[in-house]
């Protein structure tokens, strides 16, 4: 296992692997790697004969209130856990390397980018296809993977994927939970041991809507207003959002008559975390 700093290491170790026959994975992650990341290189490992994780915290992604410069980084912490289920580099560029002077080309989109994190975080979702496609043009895998607790980005990436003609499959991996329930992520380093008891009310909620779901409720409203009650109960929660959308638009609903994903954001203290279900998996 290797830590690459370049872009031209990379391409040419992609093109030595091609040269043999070998398919390749890609895992993108911000590093920070949790049990969520590994599930995603097992996957890969699993799938391909070769796996790349992607270790870089995109700044193009973070809005100007946001925490690029607190977000947690340690890459040799990541490079064993990235050893450890098979991976064979990790790439961990500077900014500079993926952003030269003058960087001025951007992947943007206008549908499915509006409504749940779209819409609290304006330039999020231009920042993460302009990395994405920057990773994929680099590292050229026949697959790349993501997780299910960012449902929007998996649904944005694959629609790029499928406008811009990229011959890659996306494959998203299920959410990974702590014991008590809390969705893993980088941000819960954030969180002190208050906010670490007060941030289960996300995946309690999330708990709830999908038994109501599983109960026969159909309407969203219900639903929606049940958890946010949960949710609001808990002093350090401030909700951002809490809804339920078309799962091929990310267009609310009024009603669950088509596979719809239920997707909640709420702040504990200052960190903003997320989480959610697919009704189609309850
Ligand atoms: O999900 C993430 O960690 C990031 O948004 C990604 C896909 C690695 C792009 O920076």
């Known amino acids: 296992m290797r830590v690459v700093k370049t872009i031209d ?3 040419k170790q992609v093109k030595e692997w091609r040269a043999q026959g070998l398919t390749v994975g890609l895992v993108p992650t911000m590093g920070y790697l949790h049990e969520g990341h590994a599930s995603l290189i097992d996957a890969s490992h699993r799938d391909n004969d070769r796996t790349v994780v992607s270790d870089f915290v995109n700044p193009m992604q973070f809005g100007p209130t946001e925490d690029l410069e607190s977000y947690p980084r340690d890459i040799e912490r990541d490079a064993a856990l990235v050893e450890a289920h098979g991976g064979d580099i990790i790439f961990n560029p500077e900014p500079s390397e993926m952003y030269h002077e003058g960087f001025s080309s951007f992947v943007d989109m206008n549908v499915l980018t509006q409504e749940l994190c779209g819409l609290s975080r ?14 994929f043009n680099i590292v050229q895998p026949d697959r790349a993977y993501f997780g299910k607790k960012d449902a929007q980005q998996l649904a944005v990436i694959k629609h790029m994927v499928d406008d811009l003609n990229m011959d890659i499959q996306i494959i998203g991996c299920p959410i990974v939970r702590e014991k008590d329930g809390l969705a893993k992520s980088s941000r819960n380093t954030y969180l002190s041991p208050d906010e670490r008891k007060a941030a289960l009310v996300l995946s309690q909620a999330i708990f709830m809507g999908m038994d109501m779901v599983r109960k026969g409720e159909t309407n969203v409203s219900a639903i929606t207003d049940a958890m946010k009650q949960h949710i609001s109960a808990e002093p350090l929660a401030k909700i951002d959002y809490v809804k339920i959308v078309d799962l091929a638009t990310m267009q609310q609903i009024t009603d669950i008559d088509r596979p719809a994903l239920c997707a909640i954001a709420v702040y504990i203290g200052k960190t903003r975390l997320i989480d959610n279900f697919f009704t189609e998996d309850v």
């Open 122 to 135: 304006p330039v999020h979702f231009r920042g993460v296809c302009t990395v994405v496609s920057k990773l």
């Open 9 to 11: 290491e990379v391409r």
